[in-house]
Each structure stands twice: as C-alpha cells, then as structure tokens.
C-alpha cells in the first residue's frame, strides 16, 4: 500500500483548504467515524484546524485535519493510502501527534511517523430510536463549578477546562455527600451536523462499581439526543467492562480505528524542501480564494482530545 503511494504520488496534488463546503461533504461519507472532524467545522472549534485535502485529477481523495494547540496536537486523516501520504508529506506536518485513521492507512502514516503501539480504539454511537436511559440521580454541572470538575479530572494546570467550555458543552455530575465523584460532558458538538461526542468520563477511585460512570454518560447522552441525530463516544478495545456498559445504554460498535502517538522521521534536508514542494503543490492546483477571516469563538486550550474512556469499571 506504501508502494502505490510512491508510485502514483506525481498524480496526486495536496494543498490546504478552508472550503467547509468541500470538507463536509467528503467526511459525511462516513460521519460517525469522522464525527470529530465534522465537529471541528463548527465556528468555535474551526479557527483552531488547519485542514489539508489530497486530489487526483480534481478528485478528492484524502482530507487531513490537524488540530492546534500544544504538542503532541490531535490529528485525523481519512481517505486513500496515497493521498494520506502525500497530504502528510506536503502539508500536515506536526513533529509529534495523537494520530486518528483507519487501520488500513496505517502504511501511509508509518512512512512519515514512528507510531507507538497502541489498542485499537472502538466507536461507538447511539440515537434516539436505540437509547436506554439509565436512571440515576445526576445534577447539570454549572460553569461556576468547573473548579470541582477539574480537582475530579486532575488533568494538570496546562489542560484545566475553563468556565466557558462547561458552558458551550453539556456536562452532567454525581455527587456523594456533597461532593463530586463522577463527571461525563461533552467533547465536540455540532448543531449544524446533529453530531456530538461525548467524553471525559470518569468516577473518582473510591467510589467505582456502583454505576455511577454509566449514570453520568447517560444524562448526557439523554440531553444531546435532545437536538443531535447520533451520538458518539470513544473507547478502548481493551476495556471490556466500558464497551459491556455503554451497550447498556444502546451504543454500538460502529467500527474499530487507530489513535496513536506518533514522531515525525525524516532528515533536515527533508525539512528544508518541503517548503518547496508545497509551493510547486499549489502551483499545480487551482489557487482558491482567500478565506474570511475566522473569529475563535474558544480560545481556551480543551482538555486533551484522545479519549481512553477508562470507565466505568
């Protein structure tokens, strides 16, 4: 698969784009695997990606999302093997970064990045014609409260969530005598695709077993499903009991794929000529106009993206 990148790489024209337009419309060919890219289309997440596609003969083939913010930064590729590696080659270039594919473009990757291993990730989705709600008593986590939340996360002081991601997101809460021992919110959301993804669950250790992670995810599942068509979340292969009980709740398997840590390989030289090659890409493709420019509406770093989802247990 590697070889056939090389081969046909002359066909293929990789460049950078903010044409939304042309973006939605190659990643709603699968839109519960690509649902955080087709997220990140929405003003608030946009003014923070930097998006690249791949074409032959003006047909799109590949799209590579990479997402701003301290390394190792999220990126997502999908499409073709060969248009994945010259979009890695041209244009989507990080030193460092958590890496989302299909398994089968791992060869495309691998000729640009030493990947770490990893498990496969599951995805899971769910909508209203498939919910089971799980009854619990829950209580909507206030904006105000985010200094709770982040003490339960213990993400560091580099990733805290701030006020405002509490407010433009949904995040439901348990509490045991006053305080907070279990949390789930909200990843990304999108009201134009009717897609969201849930995340950032977790029950502190004292207090696991009781159902208090599948209780959470539930709440907030059951208030997406509100405005969202599908609903998605993120969880490890190896994690039996989670994958057990967000079946309980209706999610299913949608498709296994790839997240991994990944270093860049390559030379200085390869360094100092892809400035180059990307400007003999452009030449050969048709020069788009200028974007507007994009106002972010969230300019506070999120939480890390990558979403294990260790519960519930």
Known sequence: MATAAIDRRSAIVARTTRDRTILRGFLEQDR???????????????????WGVATVDDQLVAV???????????????????GVAVLLRDVIR????????????LP??????????????????????SFQPFPATVERILPVEVNELNRLY???????LSPTAVAEGIYFG??????????????VVSRVARLAVVGNVLTHADHRGRGYATGVTSAVTAELLRFCDQVVLNVRSDN????????????VEHCRFEERLGRRTGSALADLTAPIRRLFAQRRSETPAPPAPITQAHPIDPPARADATEEPR
């Open 154 to 160: 213990q993400l560091g002081l580099a990733a805290w």
């Open 32 to 50: 519960l695997f690509s649902a955080y890219a087709l997220c990140d289309l929405e003003d608030r997440e946009f003014g923070r990606t930097r």
């Open 174 to 187: 348990i509490r045991v005598n006053g305080r907070l021992v279990a949390a789930a919110g909200t990843h």
């Open 108 to 129: 495309a990757i691998a000729s640009h990045y030493r990947l770490d291993p990893s498990p496969p990730m599951v995805r899971m989705w769910v909508d209203r014609t």
């Open 94 to 105: 990080p030193r460092a970064a958590y890496i989302s594919a299909a398994e089968e473009v």
């Open 64 to 82: 590579g999302m990479e997402y701003n913010g301290p390394t190792p930064q999220s990126v997502f590729l999908m499409g073709r093997n060969d």
């Open 240 to 251: 039996p009991p989670a994958i057990a009980a967000y079946r309980h709740l209706g999610y």
